[in-house]
Structure formats: structure tokens, C-alpha cells
């Protein structure tokens, strides 16, 4: 009997392929379902990825703008305390520069004085000095304002102001000075006054530090922010540690060096040791960097601020990195 040389029964349509080199139904089935698969997980691996990305960018940006909001709120309470004081020379000097206003007429020149006085509270010392340094001021004392006259020829500070104010025009704001009377550090802010060409003088108001100081301490930008303004980088101009002065302030030091405020943090803000750049800040125009110091990480941020005298003024804030992780260490 002859054997038949076609496949057996048993082996199929798959054992043909199989002989002839072809790959079975199921391996096809598996590899393409295997493969649905892997493009199904990539897609979702990509997804979350975009999404972590999105979410990173997102919290830095949160980051950044709440630093920004931090320090522009801190100098726009730095301008709502100055700026009023600034509006009453400006008035009082229209007034005199167009005659309305008469230094001569001393009663009706104390009411305006003693009205600005009631405007603008942070005004501790408004005064007028005639070309010949003779001096009527109106001071702020706790029992009322207070009308004196004094006479500053042979002050050094008062001429080199006087020299100045003949040569200008508009409100100019001083650097600081210390006044022995009232033993304190003054802002002041200077107004030369002129009537058809001519020089009458001088108005001068005063802002004391302490005050300024006072303010910071009341206002609270952001929890566990520390609010400062440093005066040529190494001296302060206001601290809340500094609203009841600092003893060894003169003439020649006007304000107290980083090292005498009481705040070992803000002291090391120059260090360069173990000291890192902040990229949450790229892109904006605020300066700033971290720090390792007492075995923790601190974060400072700051901005200057011009038109407050002839250098800037940097106002800014300094915080614990930990403070301030709690958005980062949720995205992780």
C-alpha cells in the first residue's frame, strides 16, 4: 500500500505554514496585542509625563510669583509710607513758589505746616530756613506739634543743602542724617523755594528711621518673611529689630552696620561660602540667592529702589528654605 505524501489532518492549516517557514496565528495574535499594549503604556507614560512637566512649570511659576508679589508689596508699602511726606513739600512749595503761600506771614504759615503735619503722620520735623539760616520749624511731640525757631549758620549739613538747593529745582530727598537734638537718624527731603527768580530758601521735612522701621515690623508680606532695607548694601536702613534704635550712632555713621542689628541671618547675606543661585527667579527682575547657614538653607530676595536719594535703596526678605517647600515636596 502507497503512503500519501500530503500532511496529515493533524497538523492543519498551521503545520503547513509552519513547514514552509511562515509563523502560526497565535504568535501574530500575541505579538500584535503585546504590541497595542506597549503603545497604550507609552501613550499614558507620555501623558503623565506632560502632565509633571506642566505641574512643575506651573508650581515654579507660582513660586516666582508670589516672590515677585512679596517684595513689590513690601516696596509699595515702603512708598505709601514715604511718598505722603514727599506730597506735602511738594504742595507747601507750589504755594510759596507762587505766592500764595508767605513764609513772612508766620501765622498763616504755621497753620500750613501744622496742617501737613495732620496729613501726612509720618512727617516728624517740617522746617523752613531762609537764605540767612534762620530757621522756623514745627516738630511732632507726643503732647501736639510743637512750633520753634532756631538759627543753623556754621551747620555743615545745612549749607552744603542750601548750595545745592540754589542750584536745583523740584523735591530732592537727601541721604540720611543724624540730628543730635533729637538724637535720631532722619530721612529728609528738600525743597528749594524760589519767587520770581528768587532764592527765599529752603523746606525741609524729615522721616525718622525708627518709624520707617516701626512700619516693616506691622506689614507681613508672606508667613516666616523677614523684611529689611539695606542702604549701600552694607548698612540698614530698616529693620524690625531696629524700632528702638541702635546705640553708637553719630554724624559720621548716620546707620548701623549689618552686624549691629541684632540678626545673625541678615548679617551673612554677603557670604560667599555655600552659596547658591536661585533659578526661580530667571526671567524677572529680582536679584537673590540661597544660603546654608545654622544648619539650615535660607532664602533671600530682593529688588533696589531708586529716587530715595543719590544711591538705591535694596529692599528685601529673607525666609527658610523649608518654609517655602511645601509645593515642591507635594509635587515629588
Do not use: C
Request: glycine share 10%; proline share 6%.
Amino acid at each position: 500500500m502507497m503512503k500519501s505524501n500530503l500532511p496529515s489532518p493533524r497538523a492543519g492549516v498551521g503545520g503547513y505554514i509552519q513547514r514552509r517557514g511562515g509563523v502560526s496565528l497565535s504568535v501574530t495574535l500575541a505579538v500584535s496585542i503585546s504590541m497595542l499594549v506597549l503603545v497604550a503604556v507609552l501613550a499614558v507614560l507620555a501623558v503623565l509625563g506632560i502632565g509633571l512637566w506642566s505641574a512643575a512649570q506651573n508650581t515654579r511659576s507660582l513660586l516666582r510669583d508670589k516672590a515677585e508679589l512679596m517684595v513689590s508689596s513690601t516696596i509699595n508699602q515702603v512708598r505709601g509710607h514715604l511718598d505722603p511726606a514727599r506730597d506735602q513739600v511738594s504742595f507747601m512749595k507750589r504755594l510759596i513758589d507762587n505766592g500764595t503761600l508767605d513764609p513772612g506771614d508766620r501765622k498763616n504759615f504755621v497753620a500750613t505746616m501744622t496742617e501737613a503735619l495732620v496729613a501726612a503722620p509720618q512727617i516728624a520735623n517740617l522746617l523752613y530756613i531762609d537764605p540767612a539760616f534762620r530757621v522756623l520749624g514745627i516738630v511732632r511731640e507726643p503732647t501736639g506739634p510743637v512750633v520753634f525757631t532756631d538759627d543753623y549758620t556754621g551747620d555743615p549739613r545745612v549749607s552744603e543743602g542750601m548750595d545745592t538747593g540754589r542750584s536745583r529745582n523740584g523735591v530732592i530727598w537727601g541721604e540720611p542724617l543724624w540730628r543730635e537734638r533729637p538724637k535720631r537718624t532722619m530721612l529728609n527731603i528738600r525743597a528749594p523755594l524760589r519767587r520770581n527768580g528768587e532764592f527765599l530758601g529752603l523746606l525741609v521735612a524729615t522721616v525718622g528711621t525708627r518709624q520707617l522701621s516701626r512700619h516693616l515690623a506691622e506689614f507681613d508680606p508672606a508667613v516666616g518673611s523677614n523684611v529689611y532695607i539695606l542702604y549701600d548694601r552694607n548698612h540698614v536702613l530698616a529693620h524690625p529689630n531696629l524700632q528702638s534704635g541702635v546705640p553708637g550712632l553719630s554724624d559720621d555713621k548716620p546707620l548701623p552696620e549689618l552686624t549691629e542689628t541684632g540678626d545673625p541671618v541678615l548679617a551673612a547675606i554677603w557670604r560667599t561660602d555655600n552659596r547658591y543661585p536661585l533659578e526661580i527667579i530667571k526671567g524677572t527682575d529680582l536679584e537673590g540667592h540661597a544660603l546654608d547657614l545654622f544648619n539650615e538653607q535660607y532664602i533671600y530676595i530682593y529688588r533696589n529702589l531708586s529716587g530715595y536719594g543719590g544711591r538705591p535703596w535694596q529692599i528685601g526678605s529673607y525666609f527658610r528654605a523649608a518654609d517655602v517647600d511645601t509645593e515642591l515636596l507635594r509635587l515629588r
